[in-house]
């Protein structure tokens, strides 16, 4: 047995923590906790409208290519097919500083006043960032743990919802109540934590682990005790108000239990080292007589995945020709034959009404608790309440649904339709202005948005397979910019400005208006038609996805992970007989030598 020297040891451990599959899930959660700028537009959205004298359907054009730039990351998914991960993250940082640091200027007035096309450009390419963070990393970290994807996109993108918050506290603890500061802030800092992690996140080998669930549910219940936190912070900055160095003190609270998922890194890959070394430096477990028969079972399962690699070659060949031929489901489907797949077109409209509706509710949140007369501070709690139970959304969605389907068979698109149903509560709340009822609403309304992303994202990965996923996970979020538009931009926005024009021509200011200056609406009346046309969308939304529950029933009664479990068994067989082999030939060398 050869002895490791204990710097060598060390060293060992260090590049086993540095290289491995949970420190790469650890980066993925840096840059998911800063990924999640698009939802603070409510904070800085009254600059931008005050600034640049914009009406309430310019405000909402702009949210919408906020929107569009967020979830239409065709590209993206189409570069991440041929592209390594750190290519996808750095194009991302790059377009994020671009865009955010543009509309700093403007509302700045560093620059000249920019034309309404200049401000959608510059937050469609900023807010597109998060399109190419979500593919460079969650899309990375679903096919490297493709047995966990449910709680793996329950966690990573609750920490996109969280992220709001976080980076909340980080810009009053930075710069105070100066709302123009945060949108640089949104610029430089999601793009300094993704070029920290270009080389850590990227596709590794899955090699199947027992206690794989035990150790998300730890990295789990720490970002349950950093929602906690920001949510008790929130509620005593609600109550007595925070100075800039309270602020500064839940700032670094923040971080610490940002960076504390570390210590389950190092416990974890200390672990798998250990056990790397007991396998090096044993012998015994190679002379195993059943050696020849493991080998050829090995070329059995070579030749059989050979197989299927021509199947699939073929498939793919042909694809023009299979569109409407689509395999069982479950089974890796080519690109056209998900988009063209009725399953594909229900789940795309029910993400339509669903999303589209909670996301305007989202956009709008300054806007209403202006308009309902709520003091500016409660807007910036708003923002946070949805923020923290977005992620609370996101991670009951994706956990609890993981352990409903493992242990009875509970479909996830019947988790998506009872969430649709319970948003039309956040939505009449907000419709008939209930007093006090806006702080429920963003609970609601915060919490039913974040728990439609993990499930849209999981039915995609289990009905049309990890193949294509990266292209087929952002094809899915193309629903949400569609229901923004129709939902934000022409419901909305135009309901709200025909209201304020009306308020303006009673006050015998009539329809003069100059340029520089913003167009108000005060009263439930400014939302109310809007909400309630919302609450009907949703509801539709909620019947559309009851015929998804009915096709699919028959799929999730069945063991849908079945065969990767059986293809991580078999890449365990190759690689312990690759280890087998390894570890013979030393042995034999030094045999040689020593008859030599």
Known sequence: M??????????????????????????????????GATYMFGIYSSDIKKTLGY??????LLSFFKDLGANVGVLAGLLNEVTPPWFILLIGAILNFFGYFMI??????????????????????????????????LVTCVKNFPESRGV????????????????TQLYHAFYGEDTKELILMIGWLPAVVSFAFLRTIRIMKVKRQTDELKVFYNFLYISLGLA??????????????????????????VIVLLLLPIIIVVLEERKLWREKQVALNNPAPINIVTEKPTLEVKDQDEGSHKEEEE???????SCWKTIFSPPERGDDYTILQALFSVDMLILFLATICGVGGTLTAIDNLGQIGSSFGYPKRSVSTFVSLVSIWNYYGRVVAGV?????????????PLMLTLVLLLSCAGHLLIAFNVPGGLYVASVIIGFCFGAQWPLLFAIISEIFGLKYYATLYNFGSVASPIGSYLLNVRVAGYLYDVEAHKQNKALGIGNERRDGEDLNC??????????????????????????????????????????FREKALAAETEMAATATARSSVPKEDKDDGKAK
């Open 2 to 35: 050869v002895a490791a020297s204990p710097g060598g040891s060390m060293k060992g451990l260090a590049v086993q923590i540095l290289t491995g599959r949970w420190f790469m899930f650890f980066g993925s959660l840096l840059i998911m906790s800063t990924a």
């Open 55 to 60: 009406d309430q359907t310019t405000l909402n």
């Open 104 to 137: 700093w200027l403007a509302v700045t007035k560093r620059i000249s006043k920019p034309q309404v096309w200049h401000m959608c450009l510059y937050i469609c390419v900023g807010a597109n960032s998060q399109s190419f963070a979500n593919t460079g990393s």
């Open 152 to 167: 793996i996109l329950g966690i990573l993108k609750g920490y996109v919802g969280l992220s709001g918050a976080i980076i």
């Open 228 to 253: 906690t936190f920001l949510m008790v912070v929130i509620i005593i900055n609600k109550v007595s108000g925070f100075t800039q160095s309270e602020f500064g003190g839940s700032a670094a609270v």
């Open 311 to 317: 199947r699939e070659t073929v498939k793919t060949a």
């Open 400 to 412: 609890v649904s993981e352990i409903f389907l493992i242990k009875y068979k509970f479909p996830r």
């Open 522 to 563: 005060i009263g439930t009346s400014c939302f109310k038609l809007s909400f309630i046309i919302i609450t009907a969308v949703t509801f539709f939304g909620v019947l559309v996805s009851l015929v998804l529950v009915i096709r699919t029933k028959k799929f999730y009664k069945s063991d849908i992970y079945k065969k």
